[in-house]
């Protein structure tokens, strides 16, 4: 009867314990630091500009441009802007041109400070 | 009475040697989290040498980059200069001298156009000709944008 007892006091401290022998398991947590995807969008294409032909046409020789223009088999109609408005169309392009320039650079300059040294965010 | 003093020294001295023990484990408890502070500090100063490092490199990538875009947008303002002083040089009236010398005005203007078309595809971003870049002579540069088309062209001063 003694050992009796004995036993079921330790089966009773088993019992109680048995679910905790070896303790919780331990959760881990860790960060893992993931770069953000690069954009890597292509540059742009480069444009391709067709060439067009300027007419100078003065009092004198007007008849003979149209002329030349009906005997090549081109409509004979100009569109004219006088030689101060040509002054100003190349100095719009001109700016035109160097905004374009300037974007690109722009471009060029941030891709390479995000993405050449690869310590994008 | 005589067992009574030998009781106490015994049990003071059983004390002494418990709290000694105790004191000396607290020592080395201490010791081992200050071992791990430095060794965290260390690491912290390493971390922070890496930070000043990198912020150093992106103030020099900044400011250089900060630098190239001055220059072109210096180059700009050059290049449109030049381009009115084309039309205005020496009291130049590009309207008078159609007139008198149409065939040539209409070739340099042509010509003008097409060298003005070739910037544009040059700063959208096309690939340069080997003549473009091989271009050291005024003759052989591209007016319209030299800094742009002809980058080993070396104006005179």
Redesign the interface.
């Known amino acids: 009867m003694y050992h009796f007892n004995k036993i079921l006091a330790v089966a009773f401290i088993i019992l109680l314990t048995g679910c905790s022998i070896g303790g919780e398991k331990k959760i881990k947590i860790f960060s893992l630091e993931k770069p953000r995807e690069k954009l890597d969008y292509p540059m742009p294409t480069p444009l391709q500009m067709e060439e067009i032909y300027w007419h100078i046409i003065t009092s004198e020789n007007a008849q003979e441009v149209f002329k030349k223009l009906e005997e090549a088999g081109i409509d004979p109609v100009l569109f004219g802007i006088t030689d101060k408005d040509f002054q100003v169309l190349a100095r719009n392009f001109a700016q035109i041109r160097q905004k374009l320039q300037e974007t690109n650079n722009l471009l060029l300059e941030y891709k390479k400070y995000y993405e050449d040294s690869g310590k994008s965010e | 009475m005589f067992s009574t003093i030998k009781m106490a020294i015994a049990i003071m001295l059983i004390t002494g040697i418990a709290g000694a023990g105790m004191y000396v484990m607290k020592l080395r408890a201490d010791n081992a989290t200050l071992k791990a502070n430095q060794l965290k500090l260390e690491t912290a100063i390493t971390e922070q040498n890496k930070v000043l490092e990198?912020q150093k490199?992106d103030f020099t990538?900044?400011l250089e980059?900060n630098k190239?875009?001055n220059v072109?947008?210096n180059t700009?303002k050059k290049?449109?200069q030049d381009?009115?002083k084309r039309?205005t040089k020496k009291n130049r009236?590009?309207?008078k001298l159609?007139?008198d010398r149409?065939e040539s005005?209409?070739r340099i203007?042509?010509g003008?156009?097409?060298n003005?078309?070739?910037?544009?595809?040059?700063?959208?971003?096309?690939?340069h000709t080997e003549a473009e870049l091989k271009a050291t002579l005024k003759s052989e540069i591209n007016p319209?944008?030299p800094a742009?088309a002809n980058p080993n062209y070396v104006p005179f001063q």
């Open positions: 990198q490199e990538a900044i980059s190239k875009l072109l947008i700009f290049d449109l381009l009115d039309f009236d590009i309207g159609a007139i149409t005005i209409e203007v042509n003008g156009g097409k003005a078309a070739r910037c544009i595809e040059l700063a959208s971003g096309a690939e319209e944008c742009l």
